[in-house]
């Protein structure tokens, strides 16, 4: 595909899904990605261990109607980041566009994101803005950004994960020449992000809208929970020892964190939609 005289390369999409997800929201993700203005020729979903049997229909039934189509299923749980790295060395192509398993991609979210990578091919990752958006209603409860340039990028990424994951695309190359994603079961994300900006990966964020991120009553929750509040701390420590943060964006990062874990469920919505979205 060809955009404003910029040739677009070829990409591979790569998801995971669990047991644990609905399989109505699995279909809709699926289909918001094979229905792209530049449609992917190789689509990577990793099982990540025994599914339902709603969900393995749904796999069964793309994986027989759309050539591009390539389940891999792993016979037990593994987790996040080695779900990604078998993903990763199964995708064909060098760009590869991250899709999470319960979110909406935009009509021309990889459009839109390889146009810019192929219009700066100095560049080994891109993100953009997301939408969240209640799953029952369907409303836009409000807009996540991220720092649009390498440097504001780099510096953003010394206490936070400079990118909405979910809008994450990056060069095949770059994730195996750092050794993928890390073994653990939370923040694997934002230790992948740091270990490519400190080997010298370039990034940028697109000022753009291009992925929904589906909201539930169980999303706070979560970021509330010992699990992950012991991952937080533990992925930020290790990105202190790597030397890329010092010890003040350790502290003040971990401090709020243990701050959101103690504080009455009833205020983590509001503390997190005031000051945690940007």
Not at 54 to 61: A, F, K, P, Q, R
Not at 138 to 146: H, P, S
Not at 147 to 152: S, V
Not at 194 to 223: F, H, P
Request: contains cysteine; glycine residues 4%.
């Amino acid at each position: 595909m060809v955009v404003k005289n910029v040739e677009l390369p070829e990409y591979s999409v790569l998801m995971s899904v669990y047991a644990g997800e609905k399989p109505e929201h699995l279909r809709a993700s699926i289909e918001s990605m094979l229905s792209q203005t530049y449609v992917t020729n190789d689509f990577v979903l990793v099982c990540d261990g025994k599914l339902t049997k709603e969900l393995d229909e749904v796999v069964d039934y793309y994986e027989e109607n759309y050539e591009c189509f390539h389940p891999i299923r792993l016979k037990e749980n593994v987790g996040t980041g080695r779900c990604a790295n078998r993903g990763i060395d199964a995708c064909k192509n060098e760009y590869i566009v991250k899709m999470d398993s319960d979110d909406i991609a935009k009509p021309d979210r990889c459009e839109r994101s390889l146009y810019a990578m192929a219009k700066h091919p100095e560049i080994d990752m891109l993100g953009a803005y997301i939408d969240e958006f209640d799953s029952q209603t369907g409303e836009v409860i409000a807009t996540k950004k991220t720092p649009l340039t390498n440097k504001e990028i780099h510096k953003y990424a010394r206490r936070r994960n400079p990118f909405n994951n979910q809008t994450l695309v990056y060069k095949k190359s770059r994730a195996l020449s750092v050794g993928g994603y890390s073994n653990i079961k939370r923040c694997e994300d934002y230790e992948f992000v740091v270990k490519m900006l400190a080997d010298g990966a370039r990034g940028i964020n697109l000022d753009k809208t291009l992925v929904m991120y589906r909201v539930t009553a169980n999303n706070y929750e979560r970021r509330r929970n010992w699990a992950n509040t012991k991952s937080f701390v533990n992925v930020r420590w290790k990105i202190f020892r790597m030397g890329y943060s010092n010890l003040w964006d350790f502290i003040v990062p971990c401090t709020f964190q243990f701050f959101i874990f103690i504080m009455p469920k009833s205020l983590t919505g509001k503390i997190y939609k005031r000051f945690l979205r940007r």
